[in-house]
């Protein structure tokens, strides 16, 4: 399954954005979805992630302010980010890992296929 992240721009604080991931080559069938960004000089961190089932996951710095979904007619997994901020600035990536997890396992388990990710700024 290759993964194509889109959505990605500039935006200002308080703003809001929308990005997209998009299966080529498979599906996202029986996949547990992730967000993940990693801004200029630090780890990779997990933003979001949404379970087969519809569980979802957030990170403390995004509760409240993201909301990860899937339409799955169409394949897709979006991530609508708002009241953004300039800490939100990173590339942000979208990766998939087959199987049926908890919620609770989405911030750590190791995800199979990884997009190539987005460019997010937020600034003024």
């Known amino acids: 399954v290759q993964l194509q992240a889109s959505g990605g721009g500039l935006a200002q604080p308080g703003g809001s954005l929308r990005l997209s991931c998009a299966a080529s080559?498979?599906?996202?069938?029986?996949?547990?979805m992730g967000w993940f960004r990693q801004a200029a000089g630090k780890e990779r961190e997990f933003v979001a992630g949404?379970?087969?089932?519809?569980?979802?996951s957030y990170s403390d710095s995004v509760k409240g302010r993201f909301i990860i979904d899937r339409d799955f007619a169409k394949d897709t997994v979006s991530l609508q980010m708002g009241r953004l901020n300039p800490e939100d600035t990173a590339v942000y990536y979208c990766?998939?890992?087959?199987?049926?997890?908890?919620?609770?396992?989405?911030?750590?388990?190791?995800?199979?296929?990884w997009g190539q990710g987005t460019l997010v700024t937020v600034s003024s």
């Open positions: 990766a998939a890992k087959k199987g049926t997890w908890r919620s609770y396992e989405l911030p750590t388990v190791v995800y199979d296929y």
């Open positions: 080559g498979g599906t996202f069938s029986g996949h547990a």
């Open positions: 949404i379970s087969w089932s519809g569980g979802v």
